[in-house]
């Protein structure tokens, strides 16, 4: 019996996406499907490059067509396209250049949460997205020295031009004043400097930008629910009451502007004593998983206390740059996973319909 493709395509039916709860042939994720004789070749393209079980897929769509009788080869490629999870809505439009508009906040200074934005940004670009960072703390500007960067932004006679460094497309204020220069605004100049920073560069084809939002609950927040429409937010905090209590703050504000919180990320865990591997709490145990239990938001990670993060920070070589096979680097990959996984689940909840053609 001759392999043809439609035995192909039910074969690859029992592949399912596992945030989507899909298989890939109703979701449209099988592309460029041919057929040789006994050879066949096909590729999945997923919704995100972040995805943790790509070679698993990969592997079962395999096996699966590999079982058909006639089939002796089977070639199988794998990409992602990011899909836009929120779409202009006539009062805030799309980015140019910009798929997905990503904050991460925190409802208190002090929990990491440059630190955490600039290390998820690296592990976003690291999965093979295209990744842009926007440094929105405009009164405490840290994400150049995060980064190990000292520039002047240049334009192209119409934009600026976003600076680059570890695969990142980077916007800071701290590109514009001196390193003791403070920033003495009202409401409305953050609005405008939050308005040219996204309307105003030059980002180009990002699948992914990430906005380090300023602590608490003021100003740019607000503008920034007002300004485009935003996938989602990640609030960071650390185990502590006093940081939980603020943190329910923040995930209500952010709430409250229609901006859905698609992840809380603990930082600051525990402590792993390097010489005998003993974990100690040092500021309580698992408040951050309890408060997203709460309210009902995906516990994307739980960051340790780990010398060479805030050494990395200090230097400009973030740890997932410096070490990215360390455990704290990999439970940023995890929580960056996750959180692209939520963007791809939004995306998918958005698309009325689901298309079922296969592309040749």
């Known amino acids: 019996m001759p392999v043809t493709e439609a035995l192909v395509l039910d074969?690859?039916?029992?592949?399912?996406?596992?945030?989507?709860?899909?298989?890939?042939?109703?979701?449209?994720?099988?592309?460029?499907?041919?057929?040789?004789?006994?050879?066949?070749?096909?590729?999945?393209?997923?919704?995100?490059p972040a995805c943790p079980v790509k070679d698993q897929m990969r592997d079962q769509a395999r096996a699966a067509v590999l079982q058909l009788p006639g089939v002796a080869g089977v070639d199988v490629?794998?990409?992602?396209?990011?899909?836009?999870?929120?779409?202009?809505?006539?009062?805030?439009?799309?980015?140019?250049?910009?798929?997905?508009v990503i904050a991460v906040g925190a409802g208190k200074g002090g929990v990491g949460k440059t630190t955490v934005a600039v290390n998820l940004a690296i592990a976003l670009a690291k999965c093979g997205g295209r990744v842009g960072l926007i440094d929105a703390d405009i009164y405490g500007p840290n994400v150049p020295i995060m980064l190990g960067m000292k520039t002047q932004l240049i334009t192209d006679g119409q934009k600026i031009v976003p600076a680059e460094k570890y695969g990142l497309q980077v916007i800071?204020?701290?590109?514009?004043?001196?390193?003791?220069a403070p920033i003495i605004w009202r409401g409305p100049m953050l609005h405008g400097a939050l308005q040219q920073f996204f309307r105003e560069v030059r980002w180009t084809d990002l699948d992914y930008l990430v906005v380090d939002m300023p602590p608490g609950t003021g100003d740019v927040a607000l503008s920034l629910s007002q300004t485009v429409p935003v996938a989602g937010s990640i609030v960071v905090t650390t185990p502590q009451k006093v940081s939980l209590a603020d943190s329910r703050r923040a995930v209500a504000m952010y709430k409250k502007l229609n901006i859905p919180p698609i992840g809380i990320?603990?930082?600051?865990a525990y402590f792993a004593c390097p010489n005998c591997a003993h974990e100690a709490d040092i500021f309580g145990h698992g408040g951050g998983e309890e408060l997203a239990a709460e309210l009902g938001i995906p516990f994307i990670g739980r960051v340790p206390i780990y010398q060479p993060i805030r050494e990395g920070s200090d230097s400009g070589v973030p740890l997932m740059i410096a070490e990215p096979d360390s455990p704290a680097a990999r439970?940023?990959?995890?929580?960056?996973e996750q959180m692209a996984a939520q963007v791809s689940l939004a995306s998918y909840n958005r698309t009325t319909t689901i298309p079922l053609t296969v592309v040749r």
């Open 77 to 100: 490629q794998m990409t992602a396209r990011v899909r836009e999870a929120v779409g202009g809505d006539g009062t805030r439009s799309q980015i140019p250049g910009v798929k997905n």
């Open 172 to 180: 800071s204020m701290g590109f514009l004043t001196g390193d003791d």
């Open 11 to 48: 074969a690859l039916k029992v592949v399912k996406d596992p945030d989507l709860h899909r298989d890939i042939v109703t979701l449209g994720f099988i592309k460029n499907l041919h057929i040789d004789r006994d050879q066949v070749s096909f590729t999945v393209e997923l919704t995100t």
């Open 265 to 268: 990320i603990e930082n600051m």
């Open 331 to 336: 439970a940023f990959m995890s929580a960056a």
